[in-house]
């Protein structure tokens, strides 16, 4: 079977309840593994749609989580590895204080890769409470504009029966934009706050 097959029959499935609890206990875990977050939640919505999308917004706390919690029992030997240790070491948390700035912890969410967000929260004092609200906060804006891109590429998939992008569909080229936009300030932000660091 080829990709263009694999993706049609994908895109056209219809697969029943069982197959999305199945995605969702595999995204839980995805999420709380150091796997890149974006292709778990292009996968999702690519083959359950808006229902993929929901999927996402559950199993993303729920997968960090588990990453929090297995983090904080083994908080003493992850900050010997040595990326972790560099944090510590230069004190960057507490230079700038992120984990008592709910707007620098949402941003730290939007704009760090997802797992090593979770791990450096993870190694700081945060409630539970506060850890999940800027998780869902966070991650909120980038899985949406994922499923309006993703969304817009299935349907043109499912209503041509063919690999075709429907470029004039406005959902797909402004979530484009406004993704691009966020990949370019959230780099300006990791940027400036790693450079304050070496000062």
């Known amino acids: 079977m080829s990709i263009e097959e694999i993706l049609l029959y994908l895109a056209n499935n219809n697969f029943t309840y069982e197959y999305v609890l199945i995605f969702f206990v595999l995204s839980i875990i995805g ?7 974006t292709l778990i939640i292009i996968t999702n919505i690519y083959v359950f749609g808006w229902v993929g999308f929901f999927l996402v917004i559950l199993s993303v706390p729920l997968g960090s989580l588990i990453t929090f919690f297995f983090i904080k029992k083994f908080t003493n030997f992850i900050r010997k590895i040595k990326l972790f240790h560099k944090i510590f070491k230069n004190k960057l948390i507490n ?10 912890l ?15 929260f993870s190694l700081t004092n945060i409630s539970i409470k506060k850890y999940l609200y800027t998780t869902i906060i966070g991650t909120f804006s980038y899985i949406f504009l994922c499923s309006l891109i993703i969304n817009s590429v299935r349907d043109s998939i499912i209503n041509y029966n063919d690999i075709i992008i429907s ?32 000062k």
């Open 95 to 104: 230079k700038i204080k992120f984990y008592n700035n709910v707007y620098i």
């Open 31 to 37: 999420f709380s593994l150091p796997i890149p977050y």
């Open 167 to 198: 470029w004039n569909d406005p959902r797909l080229f402004l979530s484009l934009i406004i993704m691009l936009l966020l990949v370019f300030f959230g780099k300006k932000i990791n940027t400036k706050l790693f450079n304050n660091n070496k």
């Open 106 to 120: 949402i941003l730290t969410r939007a704009t760090v890769p997802f797992f090593l967000a979770s791990v450096i």
